[in-house]
């Protein structure tokens, strides 16, 4: 669910102002809704992350531009957080963009346009101004529990369970992380900084959306949800006392894992935790100190453990590819994974390459060390975060991940059945003894495999 756009949209003052929002993963005929509603338009916002949706931002920006001249557009996301001015200086029909959290900026900037007032005093935004681009001071974070209860009847939330496939509700309850992995642009897009829902709000924004919407799963988006333990322990009892019966996922960290009590550990259970989401990213400790995980893996097998125990599904995500990364560590992380994998059919263990985010410490130095990141906007957009390795991993090592990612889920993934039985023998037998030549079984597999459900 389009959960930023939801966000600002929320927070304008729906007396004064209609909001409409169009998602074109859900609507047809996108180009006639927008034709439809842009004449009379205050403005026009486009939630931007980094790689391809900035290609399917930059042909819609335009096109607003085309059926309507003088509404601004404006671009927010994670990056015009990490790019202010750049896609200003670059391409005439983006306006203004917005930087870090959005609700009280966009909120802002929709009244300074209401009113025709300059926007010279409006947080957190740059903008194009007489022909000049100007970068505003940035807005400090604004605690989540002073907006209101986001309005989900901005959009058709049976849309997206359909697209789904299931009856699940995508909520976010936090902003930010205190963290500092260096490969991610959260510590420089929130400063480390953390602001949360209160559980009791929760509980009770939680009851009006399960009544109104009657989902059976919700997912939630947070990047650290565990963050705050006490928050958690009296968000599952909420769950329990209202008799929210769903099943939910979120993100933890190993460490955020291990601090939690047995006690919370069964409240979550209890009230339908159904799936974690823990980033392990390398099997190396060495590693794992270097890019400032701040996670021990003495505390990822723990979490393992934990969740094996209360039948917990975990994803346990994990990155090779780094520079300088040496055999060695790239041997501990293939050990670590198929330990992981082989512990429960319900483990999964997805492998990244690398990418140098911008706004990340690791990207910084690789910067310094010579290597060219894309230089426009235009650029940013062909900028691929999955599937696809960067220069730091040679041809043989590419194929051999290929081949053990395709091997470790034919050995240990969830499909099973007594046609499966022979396959599944043949994925383990290959991962254990690291023979991946010869791929015979991948054929047969391509042959019979349906296509993914999204989510
Ligand atoms: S990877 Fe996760 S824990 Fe680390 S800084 Fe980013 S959001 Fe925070």
């Keep these: 669910m389009p ?57 819609i920006s335009k096109k607003v531009k085309e059926f309507a001249p003088d509404v601004p557009v404006i671009w927010g996301g994670w990056h ?55 970068k505003n001071p940035p807005r400090q974070m604004v605690a989540m529990d002073s907006f209101g209860r986001v309005n989900y009847d901005l959009i058709n939330v049976e849309k997206y369970f359909k697209k789904k496939g299931k009856r699940q509700f995508d909520f976010i309850s936090s902003t930010g992380c205190y963290f500092r ?16 829902i209160p559980a009791a709000k929760m509980g009770d924004d939680l009851e009006y959306y399960y009544k109104k919407y009657r989902f059976s799963d919700l997912n939630f988006q947070d990047e650290t949800f565990f963050t705050n333990l006490k928050r958690i322990e009296e968000f599952t009892k909420e769950l329990i006392h209202r008799k929210i019966n769903i099943s939910w996922a979120a993100t933890m960290r190993a460490d955020q894992g291990e601090r939690l009590d047995d006690k919370i550990w069964k409240l979550c259970k209890q009230s339908g935790l159904r799936r974690l989401l823990i980033g392990v990213e390398s099997g190396s400790q060495e590693m794992l100190d270097w890019m400032k995980k701040d996670i021990k893996l003495s505390q990822v097998f723990f979490c393992a453990q934990q969740c094996n125990e209360l039948n917990i599904s975990v994803i346990f995500p994990f990155i ?39 706004g990340s410490t690791i990207t910084d130095e690789v910067v310094n060390n010579g290597y060219a990141l894309p230089s426009s906007t235009e650029e940013w957009g062909d900028f691929d975060y999955i599937g696809s390795s960067g220069p730091w991993v040679s041809n043989e090592k590419e194929d051999f991940f290929e081949a053990f990612k395709f091997y470790l889920k034919l050995g240990y993934g969830r499909k099973r059945g007594i046609l499966f039985y022979p396959l599944r023998k043949i994925g383990q037998w290959r991962c254990n003894n690291d023979q991946y030549k010869f791929p015979i079984e991948k054929f047969i597999i391509e042959i019979i495999r349906t296509n993914q459900r999204l989510s």
């Excluded at 169009?22 to 931007?48: P, Q, S, W, Y």
Aim: include cysteine.
């Design 181 to 196: 992995c260096a490969f991610c642009a959260d510590p420089f897009v929130y400063k480390r900084k953390f602001t949360a």
């Design 3 to 59: 959960l930023a756009l939801l966000a600002i949209g929320s927070v304008i003052d729906q007396k004064k102002y209609e909001v409409i929002i169009i998602d074109a993963r859900v609507e047809e005929n996108v180009l006639e809704l927008i034709k439809r509603h842009i004449k009379d338009a205050l403005c026009f916002g486009v939630t931007i992350i980094t790689g391809a949706p900035i290609k399917d931002g930059l042909y």
């Design 80 to 134: 015009t957080s990490l790019f202010p001015t750049q896609p200003i200086e670059e391409h005439s029909f983006i306006d203004i963009t917005v930087q870090g959290q959005g609700e009280e900026s966009f909120k802002d900037l929709v009244d300074h346009l209401g009113g025709g007032i300059p926007l010279d005093k409006v947080k957190g935004i740059a903008y194009r101004n007489n022909g000049n681009v100007l």
């Design 320 to 358: 090779v590819g780094f520079p300088l990364e040496t055999d060695e560590s790239v041997a501990d992380t293939v050990k670590v994974i198929k330990q992981l994998s082989s512990q429960n059919p319900n483990f999964e263990t997805p492998i990244f390459y690398f990418k140098p985010y911008p």
